[in-house]
């Protein structure tokens, strides 16, 4: 099931496809084979309005809607104004029954809105399964306002969530219940208005087994039975929600974000965000990356010892090298650099294999900050245009990013920080005018993402050119960049993933899972971003404890493989003391694994190192046409422009990649767009041609105006 077009303030295009004329705006260099499809080809394409996540939606905007979502109405509920448009209120003797198969779900999510306007006492909200029977859960109320999420398993064991007043003060409240069985027990979650309260654990395994969800209802008297309450926007998914997805929905179902694609004139200079893509020195780029700050062992994260390690040539001789061999393109700062272009310079190389920077700008956000307050918006504004003017005319920068999750960590007012955020945007694009690097924010993941609440839509954010998002999703991502795609018409990079290597229930490492868990993850990123950087070029010693050992400290975590993340085990590279010299570093797996994914080039399915007939066979077996997205990782490598498509556009530059003597086979659903391979002859003898003419027509001027007459 897709997200409605019609939900959101502004469902405006996240940006159109390139004419002839934008080409030439975005510097690229066409021969007349581009030219010629320049001129005709206009990729108009409408992200957001493809999403796959959740598996089930009923706006409940009506009966008609009930009916049209496979729901079968019992007793006489009314429909009324709801979050989202309508809702409907359940009267204490009527509900809702959904039949599917997917309802028998081991692990799942429920998401809905709920208002309580009755003085009734008790009464069931929604249930899967018979809520009071082994394999059920669901939702109800009692004690007048408080809200119960149970989960009963196969041998009836059970577990609550109560939230004492969750229905108080007859508003609505956006709820998701989260149950997840592993191996020996279920884990259960309830988020409240997008935020995390409690969890449950119950021995044993659930599986709802009447392919039924009820809604208005939930098992028998005396505890549950039909409830009397208002409810919008339901919806279902066959996968925990992660944190980042819950406040997702909870935006999207209330429609409050407002998506519209950036008015500013693309930059002059050599960095250019159009649409949703990023482009470098005229080309399409994808960012391939890695965070980098390799701290040495013994020492904590100071701006001094910053200042002297990305100083250090034994440390830039230790590592350039190896970035290089890895194939970064991106390395990604967390803070300001010294006042030295010596890191900078050996990261561009003179244009040889350049490798650029994520620019960070650190914003403080300790306890009793403020960032409304107007002397530490000035002063922080000053720093950053002092920043933005010392390294702005370096070829290594990338783009500038502001704080580092903040939204996590600052204390006050969230709309004081995107405001201050957006602020900082500004003033860099004032700093650096029509040539201007991008802007972005590095974000917690999609927490308090893309809220006009805050004001982190795209509105309010209008000179942010684009997000980074620090984004831990486990193995699979589900269904994050199908929300974010609904919510921001703005380009994403990630600028942080990945898993730890060391696994707690074995106290030793685990490179099998930092390794497939980590390339799976670039895989999924690769094809619905503009890319990213991994946490982290190498292990940080000083996160958790004395930065002399390494410890194990760090928290528990769903989204690592043995369910903790250690901190100072996320390189890509471990680090070992050397006394005398800077700390020794040694490639894991996964740097080898993702050096090889990198290297993976455009056009060249196969990964042999060429693009041939075999490749062309893939490009149009993956052609989607204008739009067509979003794509795998089989078919990524046929869009060769970034544009989450394979169109006729990639298959011109699909093209100029080919590394056969003979051109491809003409491809078919390009007629009248390109060229048949057969034409070539003749267009390239007609302008041959009119070169010819214009000569002989331009000759007799040039004699007659230096030939004296007779």
């Known amino acids: 099931m897709s997200f409605p077009t019609s939900i959101g303030y502004n469902q405006a295009t996240g940006g159109l496809g390139r004419s002839g004329v934008q080409s030439q705006m975005l510097g690229v260099k066409h021969n007349a084979f581009v030219a010629i499809l320049g001129l005709v080809v206009v990729a108009q394409v409408a992200l957001g309005s493809a999403a796959a996540c959740?598996?089930?939606?009923?706006?409940?905007?009506?009966?008609?809607?009930?009916?049209?979502?496979?729901?079968?109405?019992?007793?006489?509920?009314?429909?009324?104004?709801?979050?989202?448009?309508?809702?409907?209120?359940?009267?204490?003797?009527?509900?809702?029954?959904?039949?599917?198969?997917?309802?028998?779900?081991?692990?799942?999510?429920?998401?809905?809105?709920?208002?309580?306007?009755?003085?009734?006492?008790?009464?069931?909200?929604?249930?899967?399964g018979s809520l009071g029977s082994p394999n059920s859960l669901g939702l109800f109320y009692?004690?007048?306002?408080?809200?119960?999420?149970?989960?009963?398993?196969?041998?009836?064991?059970?577990?609550?969530?109560?939230?004492?007043?969750?229905?108080?003060?007859?508003?609505?409240?956006?709820?998701?219940?989260?149950?997840?069985?592993?191996?020996?027990?279920?884990?259960?979650?309830?988020?409240?208005?997008?935020?995390?309260?409690?969890?449950?654990?119950?021995?044993?395994?659930?599986?709802?087994?009447?392919?039924?969800?009820?809604?208005?209802?939930?098992?028998?008297?005396?505890?549950?039975?039909d409830g009397a309450v208002i409810v919008d926007e339901l919806a279902f998914s066959s996968h925990p929600f992660l944190d980042s997805e819950v406040y997702a929905e909870y935006v999207y179902s209330s429609n409050r974000f407002d998506r519209w694609p950036s008015d500013r004139p693309a930059s002059q200079g050599p960095v250019?965000?159009?649409?949703?893509?990023?482009?470098?020195?005229?080309?399409?780029?994808?960012?391939?990356?890695?965070?980098?700050?390799?701290?040495?062992?013994?020492?904590?994260?100071?701006?001094?010892?910053?200042?002297?390690?990305?100083?250090?040539?034994?440390?830039?001789?230790?590592?350039?090298?190896?970035?290089?061999?890895?194939?970064?393109?991106?390395?990604?700062?967390?803070?300001?650099?010294?006042?030295?272009?010596?890191?900078?310079?050996?990261?561009?190389?003179?244009?040889?294999?350049?490798?650029?920077?994520?620019?960070?700008?650190?914003?403080?956000?300790?306890?009793?900050?403020?960032?409304?307050?107007?002397?530490?918006?000035?002063?922080?504004?000053?720093?950053?245009?002092?920043?933005?003017?010392?390294?702005?005319?370096?070829?290594?920068?990338?783009?500038?990013?502001i704080g580092n999750e903040n939204n996590l960590s600052y204390d006050g007012d969230l709309a004081d920080w995107y405001a201050l955020a957006n602020r900082l945007a500004a003033a860099a694009h004032d700093v650096e005018g029509a040539t201007y690097h991008p802007t972005m924010i590095i974000n917690g993941g999609m927490l308090d993402f893309a809220d006009v609440a805050v004001g982190s839509d795209d509105v309010s954010l209008a000179d942010v050119d684009l997000w980074g998002h620090n984004a831990y999703f486990g193995f699979q991502n589900h269904c994050y960049f199908d929300y974010y795609e609904a919510l921001t018409a703005k380009p994403l990079i990630l600028t942080e993933f990945g898993v730890d290597a060391y696994d707690m229930n074995s106290g030793d490492v685990d490179l099998v899972s930092h390794e497939t868990w980590l390339i799976n993850q670039w895989r999924q990123a690769r094809v619905r971003t503009v890319g990213g950087t991994v946490m982290a070029y190498s292990d940080e010693w000083w996160k958790a404890g004395d930065p002399s050992t390494h410890d194990d400290g760090g928290y528990i975590s769903d989204q690592q493989p043995d369910g903790y993340s250690n901190e100072e085990w996320w390189g890509l590279v471990s680090v070992q003391s050397v006394p005398g010299s800077c700390d020794q570093v040694t490639p894991r797996p996964a740097f080898y694994a993702l050096r090889d994914d990198f290297a993976r080039a455009a056009g060249d399915f196969d990964g042999d190192g060429d693009v041939d007939a075999n490749d062309r066979v893939a490009f149009e077996s993956c052609f989607t046409g204008a739009g067509g997205g979003p794509l795998d990782y089989v078919c990524d490598p046929g869009d060769l422009d970034r544009d989450r498509d394979v169109d006729c556009a990639d298959f011109v530059r699909f093209t100029e990649a080919w590394t056969e003597s003979t051109p491809p086979d003409y491809l078919a659903a390009c007629a009248g767009v390109i060229p048949a391979a057969s034409t070539w002859g003749l267009v390239v003898m007609m302008l041959l041609l009119l070169v010819a003419a214009a000569l002989v027509l331009h000759r007799p001027y040039r004699w007659s105006s230096t030939h004296s007459p007779e």
Request: charged share 20%; net charge negative.
């Open 54 to 128: 959740p598996v089930f939606r009923d706006s409940l905007n009506g009966a008609q809607s009930v009916a049209d979502s496979g729901g079968v109405i019992f007793g006489s509920p009314d429909f009324v104004v709801g979050v989202n448009m309508d809702a409907v209120e359940f009267d204490g003797a009527s509900h809702i029954r959904y039949a599917d198969d997917a309802f028998d779900a081991t692990r799942g999510t429920v998401s809905l809105w709920i208002a309580k306007t009755s003085a009734s006492t008790f009464g069931g909200i929604l249930q899967l």
């Open 142 to 225: 009692n004690n007048g306002s408080d809200l119960f999420f149970e989960v009963r398993t196969a041998s009836n064991d059970v577990a609550l969530i109560t939230v004492p007043d969750a229905l108080a003060g007859g508003g609505f409240v956006h709820v998701v219940a989260t149950w997840d069985s592993r191996g020996a027990e279920v884990v259960g979650k309830l988020f409240i208005d997008g935020r995390y309260k409690d969890y449950l654990i119950a021995p044993g395994t659930v599986s709802p087994e009447t392919g039924t969800l009820e809604l208005g209802t939930a098992g028998t008297y005396p505890w549950y039975g």
């Open 272 to 401: 250019r965000v159009v649409g949703k893509t990023l482009w470098v020195q005229g080309q399409p780029f994808q960012v391939k990356g890695v965070g980098y700050q390799p701290v040495p062992v013994g020492q904590d994260v100071s701006s001094a010892n910053l200042d002297a390690l990305y100083t250090d040539p034994c440390i830039l001789a230790r590592d350039l090298p190896l970035l290089r061999e890895l194939g970064v393109n991106t390395v990604r700062f967390w803070s300001e650099l010294p006042d030295s272009d010596l890191l900078l310079d050996a990261m561009y190389h003179d244009g040889v294999d350049p490798i650029y920077g994520i620019m960070g700008f650190w914003v403080p956000s300790y306890p009793g900050v403020d960032y409304s307050d107007p002397v530490f918006a000035d002063d922080l504004e000053q720093a950053f245009r002092a920043y933005v003017a010392r390294f702005k005319d370096h070829p290594a920068v990338l783009a500038w990013g």
